[in-house]
């Protein structure tokens, strides 16, 4: 396919301040849709790396898309977009920073998180959660077997710089990226310690995304954060997913205490079987009216046997059940169901998980 020529929209050329704040959002949005299709039409990323075409018609979600390709994991990052802060402080939940939550400009919401020149952010935990454990996806490795976690975000800041580190307990955990070079070859950048990135102006230039190698049962990991450059940076929507496409983030969809996108009205649904290869059906706490953003995963116990997973090919798909009630039609059950070309019957330790994040509740009834 010949490459196809996209433009991005650019609104600095606009004159009226008022109606230049107004608009950035929705540009930045347009500029990404491009960048996204960009990286479909431009950069070969369908092949069969990432996307086996015979199983594209598979299983497709009511919106069309396929989740095993764009949700398979959900994001654990909480409060990944900063829309939950103090309201005297500014300080966004979740976080230990001296920066603050501002509304001067974001990628998705209406908050990103301010650092200014010296300042940083790390990752808190409150009450038991806030810090994600790889041991959630032990089945996600090299071929070393560490444990591998990628951490994407995006960061604006004309001419800005910022280090970033990730600690496991109290140790720093070796970190990497791909680097696109100007011959369109990918080499491999890695790090013991630290990783340093320019922001540019531009949220969709700014997707800045790195991979965390971690030893198995090393315990929970957090990210932190150094502005190291001259001036204000923003940072935004956070995602923390096993790096199970080996190069790139998945789509961004809102993690755990985000506010709005996971908010009081929002429930988050989870379980685990044992292993089935014929897949199994999880029955909803409640009833929900709206279709229930899903992920599904295969895991492994710590005496159990992986090696499995890495020859056979396997994904996991969700199925929604809908049942009606009253004459009312709610989704009740989802269906975790194994695909691939060859289907084991049996995993030593093997375990099914499956998460979801549902709105439109409707409990059932006693």
Avoid at 70 to 93: A, K
Wanted: proline residues 4%.
């Amino acid at each position: 396919m010949p490459l196809t020529e996209l433009h991005q929209v650019d609104y600095k050329d606009i004159p009226d301040v008022e109606t230049r704040k107004q608009l950035r959002k929705m540009i930045d949005k347009l500029n990404d849709d491009i960048r996204q299709l960009d990286w479909l039409l431009n950069h070969s990323r369908l092949d069969d790396k990432n996307i086996a075409t015979e199983e594209v018609v598979d299983d497709p979600i009511e919106n069309g898309s396929q989740n095993k390709y764009v949700d398979f994991y959900l994001n654990v990052y909480s409060n990944s977009g900063m829309e939950c802060f103090n309201p005297t402080t500014l300080v966004p939940d979740y976080h230990d920073t001296a920066g603050v939550v501002s509304n001067d400009t974001s990628f998705e919401g209406d908050y990103s998180l301010k650092l200014a020149s010296g300042q940083s952010m790390e990752q808190l935990e409150v009450g038991g959660e806030g810090f994600a454990d790889p041991d959630d996806w032990a089945w996600c490795t090299d071929e070393a077997g560490n444990i591998q976690t990628r951490i994407t975000f995006r960061a604006k800041g004309s001419s800005g710089q910022i280090r970033c580190k990730v600690y496991q307990g109290e140790n720093l955990t070796p970190l990497w990226f791909w680097h696109l070079k100007n011959d369109g070859t990918y080499e491999k950048i890695s790090s013991n310690s630290n990783l340093d990135f320019y922001t540019p102006d531009d949220w969709v230039l700014g997707e800045l995304s790195f991979v965390v190698s971690t030893v198995a049962s090393g315990g929970k990991i957090r990210l932190r954060i150094d502005n190291i450059g001259a001036t204000d940076v923003y940072l935004d929507a956070f995602t923390l997913t096993p790096d199970w496409l080996g190069k790139w983030s998945q789509v961004y969809k809102p993690g755990p205490h985000s506010g709005g996108s996971v908010s009081s009205s929002t429930y988050y649904e989870f379980g685990t079987a044992d292993w089935d290869p014929s897949g199994v059906e999880f029955t909803l706490e409640n009833l929900y009216t709206d279709m229930p953003t899903a992920s599904c995963a295969i895991t492994v116990e710590s005496d159990g046997d992986a090696s499995v997973l890495s020859t056979s090919s396997l994904i996991m798909v969700c199925k929604m059940v809908m049942e009606t009630v009253e004459s009312v039609e709610y989704y009740s059950k989802i269906l975790a169901v194994p695909k691939g070309s060859s289907i084991p019957s049996t995993i030593s330790g093997g375990k099914i998980q499956l998460k979801a994040i549902c709105t439109g509740m409707v409990a059932r009834a006693e």
